[in-house]
């Protein structure tokens, strides 16, 4: 039997968060990339186990931070057709700002925002 050694539309590799309050990670994230929740397992006590959300074409994996796996901020940096568009609705999700969107010695404006949980979000457009 020939099966699918991934889920259908994943890349081979895939960041994964672990974060305190990933539920208001994935609301970020809804309201600042427009991501998609795929998939999400709960432990008994209703804190969330596994969670997946797609961004354009990645799939960013998450789970609440616990004995054993505790939370740590992360840095990653997404590509977006508009910067200074996407800086501000990751401002209005509740974003912390690290850096307003500028160019600096490369084709990339970019721009950086904190999550509520603490994780930076490095948001950049190519301009050429």
Known sequence: M????????????????VADGTQRVIDFLKKTF??????????????????????DDTVVMLSEGQAGYPPFPVWLHVY?????ATYRR??????????????????DRRGGV??????TWWIATQLG
């Open 2 to 17: 020939n099966r699918p050694y991934k889920p259908e539309g994943y890349a081979s590799v895939s960041v994964y968060v």
């Open 114 to 119: 904190k999550d509520p949980a603490g994780n």
């Open 90 to 107: 990751a401002l209005e999700a509740g974003g912390v700002s690290v850096q307003e969107p500028q160019q600096k010695g490369d084709p």
């Open 34 to 55: 427009d991501a998609t929740e795929l998939r999400r397992y709960e432990h008994p006590n209703g804190t969330i186990m596994h969670a997946e959300v797609r961004i």
């Open 80 to 84: 977006v057709p508009d910067v200074d």
